[in-house]
């Protein structure tokens, strides 16, 4: 009898789950909400230029994955740059950049967090949640 992942992993899963507290329990839950809605609105909104992959798109539009710029920014900045864009060029990796990024203007505060919390947590960063309180907080000081 072959096992499916979720049937091997389920058990691991709920091991952990059941070592931790229940209030990183909740983190835990929280950030994997983050992290599927972060996915769905880097789908609609980013992955056209940045691509599925996060690698970005030749010397047009800079990588995400591994990316220098990224692993070294602040998670306010991050979310003030996807609701605002850029226009400015940037040097990723020791690449140089032009292409402006538009913003997502429609964005809001949990939306920005989500995505913030899956752009780091899938492309090397790996810091964990990023909440939307101190989304607000940011995209209030937005430049």
Known sequence: M???????LFPLFAFI???VSNEKRMEMVKLSQYMVEGMTLY???CANCHGIDGKGLAR?????????YLLTMT???LACQIKNGLSDSIIVNGDLYFQPMPGIKKLTALEAAELVT???NTWGKESGLYGVKKAEK???QCY
């Open 17 to 19: 789950f059941s070592c």
């Open 75 to 77: 998670d306010d900045l």
């Open 60 to 68: 047009v539009i800079p990588p995400l994955k591994n990316a220098d």
């Open 43 to 45: 789908r609609n909104n």
């Open 138 to 140: 940011a995209l209030l």
């Open 118 to 120: 899956y752009v780091n």
């Open 2 to 8: 072959k096992l499916n992942k979720v049937q091997i």
